[in-house]
């Protein structure tokens, strides 16, 4: 199982009102034991950053995409925070901006202005 499908599963255990703690517990102790005692794996770098991408782009959504806001939320700093964007493949604009933008390029391509003469 991978680490996704852990989460996944963990978010699917959160509509028992368990506490954040035990559900986190619970989902870690579940990874390790799938792992087999003399396995190696990497499960705190990608449990950690799993957690962290989800938090930055939750973070992101709720301040709507201001990254000065976010990053006070957060407790780090701006370039802190565009650092843990590149390094998490987080998308620095939303997807509707960039959306509206293409439409907008579309649109311009379509109905060019005309020069108006002085």
Do not use: C, W
Request: avoid cysteine; aromatic fraction near 6%; glycine fraction near 4%.
């Amino acid at each position: 199982m991978s680490v996704l499908e852990y989460i996944k599963e963990a978010m699917t255990d959160m509509s028992k009102q368990q506490p954040l703690t035990d559900l986190l517990k619970n989902t870690v102790r579940r990874m390790v034991r799938s792992l087999g005692q003399f396995e190696s794996g990497n499960i705190y770098s990608l449990l950690i950053n799993q957690v962290e991408k989800n938090l930055i782009e939750i973070v992101l959504e709720e301040q709507r995409y201001n990254h000065y806001h976010t990053a006070r939320v957060l407790g780090i700093g701006r370039s802190t925070l565009y650092r843990k964007m590149e390094s998490l493949k987080i998308d620095p604009r939303p997807v509707y901006r960039r959306m509206e933008k293409t439409e907008d390029a579309n649109l311009r391509k379509s109905f060019p202005l005309r020069e108006q003469s002085r």
